[in-house]
């Protein structure tokens, strides 16, 4: 495998949270009972006629400007011609020749460093409705989902590992919530993935036949689906073999691709210009309104963290790679002078109690600066202060001044009260003296310890190891 | 009483607005007589007799109140059966949809409801409006009042047939190649296809949306005008519809049409038109110079191609257009299929007609592959060609005439196992407006043994008023 690369190409489907559908003002909340969010119009009855919702057009550029695409002037809608159930129309409704964002590109930390991957196209299309096997021999059909607006992402092929290609899906995914136009759940599958997949000799110019594998619901299937195709097509062409174009589809027990169809059965979509619907037309004042509400995307945050808060590279990559996280960040720091408190509290702490794939924290972000104000301030030492996060993480309610007055958490900076900790672990631990005294340093460690124990945990760590280090030398 | 039968829109407004009758008793008199004489004429699919005498007895109690709506208050009328009326089926006279019914109402019918008339039924057609004499019905042809063996055209031949033969007082119809215009030519009436957009086509189901216009079939030109007027406006839930200016329609009809320039085409007059239709148009020509206006000739190179031009065109979007009949949801879904493939292979073959067929895999195939380039696109410029080409004639000219079909009705079964080729002569005469969204109105000018033969007028996008007040003057004239 080490003497052949992959080359890999993404298609991500987003569903746009707009309101309502993208041609009827059906509702487009998830988990509604089946068929309770259709309409004469979504379900294509006969004389029914789209009409384009404006929201959607808005979003797909929104999602085209955090991607540095090209917006168009004027888009063209066209018709996808196949039969499925779950297609009420024999047609989709999407986006061919002239699409409303092309040219763009997005930039991440991948396998190699920073990387970027340009944009062929983002366009706008209309969601299927979904087949449901319930065991028996029918299939049934819920179109909840038929109409609802999504956005295609289509990448040029330049991404070349799994794990870069999971890094450019995390970041596509960071960057279209940024904007708002997705919410991104994968599980939901307002957020589905689509892989194109070739392997050739290394050094090889030409790229191999491809393979296509569908609809990929989560990170880690998007890169083990590429690992194992990628080590399918390398087998085969060590074998001898010929790849052929084919669609695949990756079956999440088994961890391998099957076969869908081959490129004899492909499809001719017979796409022409949708009759029903006129031309998008975009002009500049639009684009720049749009482009003026977009908020600040995650690197001109990590940017910002770096330069006007010199947070660490480290720290202010994983703040801005998850906008709940930066945002909520940027509130908490906002009521502190002790900002890189905020952030190394929230990195250790906050992400490991959170948990999850999105950062999520109850707690007024007013109060978890005024904890880390507490801890700046020395008026409580770092075991107490992770204890009253945890403390507040399981009830949001608590005033973190009152809990630390309630629980006596305050740090203990007086000399003299130190000053006597210090002289009783001295006292009662010889042993560990005569170590230290040996030379065996890491001796003061349990003296400390036993102080700090003897306090409740409420020592100040510096004042008291200085007080011990005087104490024996 | 079945003399009133015959009377104009204004004169039955007259009447109701007097008590002469009320439209309950002309609503009546029209079902009785449809009941004598549509198991004939097959003009209606379906007739609501129902919901028609409850329609008629509202506009009375309005009358009665002292608020009647306007002309069309109490009038009552018949819609082709490809427009969404709901609680009514919507056959399209097609076996897929036998027994389907529409949810809901399409604009025009909602306007119409709005304006107080009356909806007697639903006319018959060639299934989905693909046809000329509307012989492919899936619930039998509809025959011409004239001569029962003749055809009454089509496709909205049961609509054309329906006015002449005093089953309603107006009918909707559709016009996607001429659908409108040539069954009025026919049955000797008022055929209007309005300006692309100016008619919502919510709840007409399509044919080829970027061709299809719903029309008006009537008596008179002042008919056609007082529907023209209630229907025409934007609809929000047409994104191709427009806003009609219709204070343009204001103003006495018909105006005066002294100095009005109208041209015939000399690519007209060098078809093989009947020596019938020939003596017709120039009959027509004469008349408009004695009204004063200024007859001219123009030149619009294109014209033989517009036929083959609106056959891929239509057939293409039709392809996709029907493809929504597939027996998943509603409609005809044949039984005992082993699998998903032969459910569609069988419920569409059982369901639909030869020359729907026909058009269906034309329309595939030219958008597949190779041939999407070479017969589609270039069909899609020839469209374009076409435009331009009118666009300069309507440079010079404010209005085109020439004739709406080659000849009189044809005998039914003429043409049966004929491929389109039989129907491009008559075609080609109506697709000029189609393909380029004009606006044009036939009227009867003469007859031959008794058949009328028809005149069409275009004019130019959204002057509509132009047509009315010439066709007006001509049909006075040429009586």
């Known amino acids: 495998m080490k003497n052949y690369e992959m080359t890999v190409g993404l298609e991500v489907h987003a569903e746009l949270s707009t309101k309502t559908k993208i041609f009827c003002s059906c509702p487009t909340e998830f988990g509604a009972p089946p068929n309770s969010q259709i309409c004469p119009i979504c379900m294509g009855l006969p004389g029914t006629l789209p009409v384009l919702n404006r929201r959607a057009v808005e979003f797909a550029i929104k999602a085209g400007l955090a991607t540095n695409c090209k917006i168009a002037h004027r888009a063209g809608i066209d018709r996808k011609n196949y039969f499925y159930p779950d297609l009420p129309k024999g047609y989709q409704i999407s986006q061919y020749a002239r699409p409303i964002c092309y040219d763009g590109y997005i930039e991440f930390d991948g396998e190699s460093g920073r990387e970027r991957v340009e944009l062929e196209r983002i366009h706008i299309e209309e969601d299927a409705g979904k087949l449901i096997h319930d065991g028996t021999e029918r299939t049934l059909v819920d179109f909840n989902r038929c109409g609802r607006p999504l956005i295609e992402i289509v990448s040029r092929p330049q991404i070349y590992s799994s794990e870069s290609a999971r890094a450019y899906l995390k970041k596509l995914r960071t960057l279209l919530l940024a904007v708002g136009v997705s919410d991104c759940k994968m599980n939901e599958g307002s957020l589905r993935c689509d892989v194109n997949i070739s392997v050739r000799r290394a050094g090889e110019e030409k790229l191999g036949e491809r393979t296509e594998i569908k609809n990929l619901n989560s990170f880690a299937f998007v890169a083990k689906a590429i690992e194992n195709e990628f080590s399918r097509q390398c087998e085969m062409l060590e074998r001898g073999e010929r790849i052929v174009r084919q669609t695949l589809r990756f079956n999440a027990s088994s961890g391998k691709c099957e076969v869908m169809r081959s490129k004899e059965s492909a499809t001719d979509y017979r796409y022409f210009p949708e009759p029903d619907l006129a031309d998008i037309l975009i002009d500049d004042a639009d684009i720049e309104r749009i482009r003026d509400g977009i908020p600040m995307l995650p690197d001109q945050r990590r940017e910002r963290y770096i330069k006007d808060l010199a947070l660490a590279d480290a720290d202010a990559a994983i703040l801005s790679s998850d906008l709940a996280l930066s945002d909520y960040f940027d509130r908490a720091a906002s009521v502190t002078e002790h900002k890189r408190t905020v952030a190394n509290m929230l990195i250790s702490e906050g992400l490991r109690l959170s948990g999850g794939e999105d950062f999520f924290c109850q707690i007024a972000p007013e109060k978890f600066g005024m904890l880390c104000d507490m801890f700046g301030e020395d008026r409580i030492n770092s075991s107490s202060a992770k204890k009253l996060l945890a403390r507040m993480w399981s009830d949001p309610e608590l005033d973190p001044e009152a809990t630390a007055e309630s629980e006596s958490l305050w740090q203990i900076n007086d000399r003299d009260r130190l000053l006597g900790l210090a002289l009783s672990a001295i006292e009662q631990n010889p042993k560990a003296v005569e170590d230290y005294r040996r030379g065996k340093s890491f001796a003061l460690k349990s003296i400390i310890g036993k102080a700090m124990g003897a306090s409740g945990g409420r020592a100040n760590p510096k004042i008291l190891e200085e007080i011990i280090l005087e104490k024996i030398k | ?479």
């Open chain 2, 1 to 479: 009483m079945s003399d009133i039968l015959k009377r104009s829109i204004s004169e039955h407004a007259t009447a109701l607005a007097k008590k002469e009758y009320s439209s309950v008793d002309l609503t009546g008199v029209f079902l009785e007589r449809i009941e004598r004489e549509n198991s004939e004429i097959n003009a209606y699919i379906t007739v609501a007799r129902e919901s028609a005498l409850a329609s008629a007895r509202e506009s009375d109690e309005r009358r009665a109140c002292g608020e009647a709506r306007g002309a069309l208050d109490g009038i009552p009328y018949a819609a082709k059966d490809n427009i969404a009326v709901r609680g009514l089926r919507l056959s399209c006279a097609s076996r897929m949809l036998e027994n389907y019914v529409s949810p809901y109402d399409a604009s025009v019918i909602s306007s119409l409801r709005d304006a107080g008339a009356v909806l007697l039924g639903k006319t018959n057609l060639d299934e989905f409006a693909m046809g000329t004499g509307t012989e492919s019905s899936h619930f039998g042809r509809a025959k011409n009042p004239l001569d029962t063996d003749r055809v009454s055209g089509g496709s909205s031949g049961g609509s054309a047939a329906a006015v002449a033969a005093d089953l309603c007082s107006f009918a909707l119809g559709s016009d996607t190649g001429g659908s409108v215009r040539q069954p009025a030519a026919f049955c000797g009436i008022i055929g209007l296809r309005p300006t692309y957009s100016a008619l919502s086509r919510m709840g007409l189901v399509g044919f080829a949306p970027s061709l299809d216009t719903i029309g008006i079939i009537s008596r008179t030109v002042g008919d056609c005008a007082t529907v023209f007027r209630a229907t025409a406006k934007r609809d929000p839930l047409d994104s191709t519809s427009a806003h009609f200016p219709t204070e343009s329609l204001n103003g006495a009809l018909p105006a005066d049409i002294r100095g009005k320039r109208i041209a015939l085409i000399r690519e007209v007059m060098e078809l093989d038109i009947s020596e019938g239709q020939r003596i017709a148009h120039s009959r027509a020509a004469d008349a408009l110079r004695e009204l004063g206006a200024e007859v001219i000739e123009v030149s619009v190179p294109s014209l033989r191609a517009s036929y083959a031009t609106y056959y891929a065109i239509s057939s293409a979007e039709a392809s996709s257009n029907l493809a929504r009949f597939d027996g998943v949801r509603y409609g005809m879904r044949a039984d005992d299929t082993e699998s998903l493939e032969e459910m569609y292979v069988k419920s569409r073959s059982l369901g639909f007609g030869d020359e729907v067929k026909r058009r269906m895999m034309f329309g595939a195939l030219i958008l597949s592959g190779d041939y999407k380039k070479d017969i589609y696109e270039n069909a899609l410029r020839t469209r374009a060609r076409i435009n331009a080409e009118l666009a300069e004639a309507f440079s010079v000219a404010d209005l085109l005439m020439l004739p709406t079909s080659s000849g009189y009705a044809y005998r039914a079964g003429e043409f049966k196992d004929g491929l389109f080729d039989a129907h491009a002569k008559d075609d080609l005469l109506c697709t000029l407006s189609s393909l380029s969204g004009l606006p044009s109105i036939s009227l009867p000018c003469s007859t031959v043994r008794k058949l009328p033969l028809g005149i069409q007028l275009i004019g130019r996008a959204f002057e509509e008023k132009t047509l009315f007040d010439v066709a007006a003057h001509l049909q006075c004239a040429l009586n």
